[in-house]
């Protein structure tokens, strides 16, 4: 998975940076190529000396860099892709011919004379092609949205009519109700309902966190019709990873960055993981645990021989996790331990009678994780973010610590904050788990690619000086 809906997760703007990066980029393949094919045939395509020396060298360049310039700093963008759409042809040939003209000027101030050959032509055909640039690009953002690679799984909580009114209006697409609680209805009137709301309905007293990794849930939206207690609401799920907002419905306001642009809103719980950066360190993520997957290959492989003549299969481990948003996904280990049973639950510790040989130099070295790369290609893991816990143990500790399953607004990592901060290995008590949360709470408070890097190279220190298991 490559976690595209958490890129866009809080609104539209990354997309639309890239639509009008891609028709800037149009513009000057279009005039690049036309002032090849003018007086050249298509043989000579590629042919960039003629390019340079045309008459529509400055222009192209020109062109597009004012028209990603304006794009971006002079005409208003919005969070919603569909809003930004509005009127969207005449911005864009506004846009165009602004363009145009603010490039002739500047070319004529530079060379003193300027000759440009089939003006009206170009500008013609460069509007023809922003319109289908545009009309692309829509069925791209429609492709994502259908398919639910940017979608935002809700949960729905307030009241009935508060519920019914969000699901009867007319939505933004992106926008897909998977679920919702009731808070004024009982039991038995749910059941009479769920044929009418024609989504799941659940009660106040459910089980939150298992309602969002069933549904694979992404947001929460409070209901807030005066008919609510928010502040007992906000009590309920302020403590789990989601992002949460409160939507006000007797505040109608609108405006094209309300929610269904008619309610106005309030983010309550909001992660830090979205937008370019968050593109960012996906990437990175992907060349590096490729790069460090082929790099350590012949450790891998040299581990995984020494293993089976040890203790015979199977070479890996593998264990439900937590990962984003409360979603299982299966985490791949070397396997470290003697094929016998035992208690799950159980973690290692220093002189553990379970470990193989082998498995007391591959977890002092981290050798055993070497696998998790595998996970982060995936999109199940990133490098760097809180480590996942078992399942278990996150049930468990979530009962003990308020905050602790906010340790899930973003994707758990091979290593962490907590864990370059001395907090590696088995938690074998509350406190150390305490402390563990508190610095991943931290890291997700506080993130940055500044801070990614920091963790990463510190890392690689504390691996080669580590004593314990």
Not at 60 to 83: E, G, M, P, R, W
Request: one cysteine or more; hydrophobic letters at 45%; charged letters at 25%.
């Amino acid at each position: 998975m490559f976690r595209l809906e958490k890129v866009f997760q809080n609104d539209d703007k990354l997309f639309i940076l890239i639509s009008n990066f891609f028709k800037s980029f149009f513009i000057y393949i279009f005039i690049y190529l036309f002032s090849i094919l003018e007086k050249n045939s298509i043989y000579d395509i590629l042919n960039f000396n003629i390019y340079k020396n045309s008459l529509y060298f400055e222009l192209s360049i020109s062109v597009a860099t004012i028209f990603l310039f304006n794009s971006v700093f002079l005409f208003k963008t919005t969070d919603n892709y569909y809003s930004h759409n509005k009127n969207i042809i005449k911005k864009d040939l506004m846009n165009l011919l602004l363009s145009i003209i603010i490039s002739l000027f500047v070319i004529f101030f530079f060379e003193n004379s300027i000759v440009i050959n089939n003006l009206i032509f170009i500008t013609f055909f460069l509007i023809i092609s922003l319109l289908l640039v545009q009309k692309i690009l829509t069925k791209i953002y429609d492709y994502l949205a259908d398919n639910n690679v940017i979608q935002k799984n809700i949960l729905l909580i307030g009241t009935y009519e508060g519920v019914k009114k969000i699901l009867l209006e007319k939505k933004n697409k992106i926008y897909v109700y998977k679920c919702c609680m009731l808070i004024d209805k009982s039991n038995k009137e749910i059941i009479k309902l769920r044929s009418e709301l024609k989504i799941p309905i659940f009660n106040i007293n459910e089980d939150v966190r298992s309602l969002l990794e069933y549904h694979s849930l992404g947001q929460i939206w409070i209901l807030n019709d005066d008919k609510i207690d928010l502040e007992e609401m906000i009590k309920i799920v302020i403590k789990f990873s989601v992002d949460i907002l409160i939507i006000h419905l007797l505040r109608v306001k609108h405006n094209i960055n309300s929610i269904n642009q008619k309610y106005s809103y309030e983010n309550l719980e909001i992660s830090k993981f979205y937008g370019t950066k968050l593109l960012m360190k996906i990437l990175i993520d992907k060349l590096l645990s490729l790069f460090f997957l082929i790099t350590t290959s012949p450790i891998i492989l040299i581990s995984m021989l020494i293993i089976f003549i040890e203790d015979g299969f199977p070479l890996f481990f593998t264990q439900d996790r937590t990962g984003w948003d409360g979603r299982r996904f299966k985490i791949f280990k070397l396997r470290s331990l003697k094929n016998i049973k035992f208690k799950k639950t159980e973690q290692v510790i220093s002189g553990d009678k379970r470990l193989l040989k082998i498995g007391k130099f591959i977890r002092k070295f981290s050798i055993d994780e070497l696998p998790q790369f595998f996970n982060v290609l995936k999109g199940d893991m990133s490098i760097v973010g809180p480590r996942p816990h078992m399942v278990e143990h996150d049930i468990l500790y979530s009962n003990l610590f308020n905050e602790f399953l906010k340790r899930h607004k973003a994707n758990p990592g091979l290593t962490g904050w907590a864990q370059v901060n001395g907090l590696r290995g088995p938690t074998q008590n509350q406190e150390l788990m305490k402390k563990r949360m508190e610095f991943d709470l931290w890291y997700l408070n506080n993130w940055s690619l500044y801070l990614d890097f920091k963790i990463i190279l510190m890392t690689f220190i504390i691996i080669f000086k580590h004593k314990g298991v």
